[in-house]
């Protein structure tokens, strides 16, 4: 296979190493989805200072992963993983409670949920042709941002409709975007495209 040229326009050293702290970081926030459904739940669907304190540590732990990682030279074959397995989990769990309480549409959830896995198919694919996991692309980033935002005004502010109405529709075409990117990327990869 040809390796035309670096997709993610910058070479970066990949180590093999699970023990680091950006993984670390990935890892906790996983743990955080469930105690805000837990704690949002059960304090009668009001906001307290530590479901903030944890919405603010998940949302802060996904940019520090990443800067942690580049800063000490630690990206790893398991934080290209971790990362977008820690972002998914929290958006299924916080989204899927968002539906349950009525929050956001089960029919948007659904388009989320079918769009990660055709992506995350796609990686897992890409992982088998090449022993690698592909980067997360910079469209899939600003689309996750979008989806946060999104989520954070109906879980925060669940009065505020027409906002709601206009961060939906951004999270949907940046979705939609997003898809059609790693698309392109994925069929580059299959074409001997290298990436890191």
Known sequence: MTELHNIERQKVEV??????WSNLISFTRILVAVPIVYLHYTNGQRITWVIAALVFYGIISDYLDGFVARWTNQVSEWGKILDPVADKFCAFILFLYAVYIDLIPLWFF???IIRDIV????????QKMRGKVA?????????VNALGLYWLSVFFYPGAEAVHLVLMGNSLALMFFSFFDYLHRFNQI???????
């Open 135 to 143: 980067m997360a692309g910079m469209s899939g980033k600003v689309s």
């Open 110 to 112: 659904l388009i989320e």
């Open 119 to 126: 992506i995350m198919g796609g990686s897992l694919y890409i």
């Open 15 to 20: 180590r093999q190493i699970l023990f680091t």
């Open 190 to 196: 299959r074409k001997g495209v290298y990436f890191n």
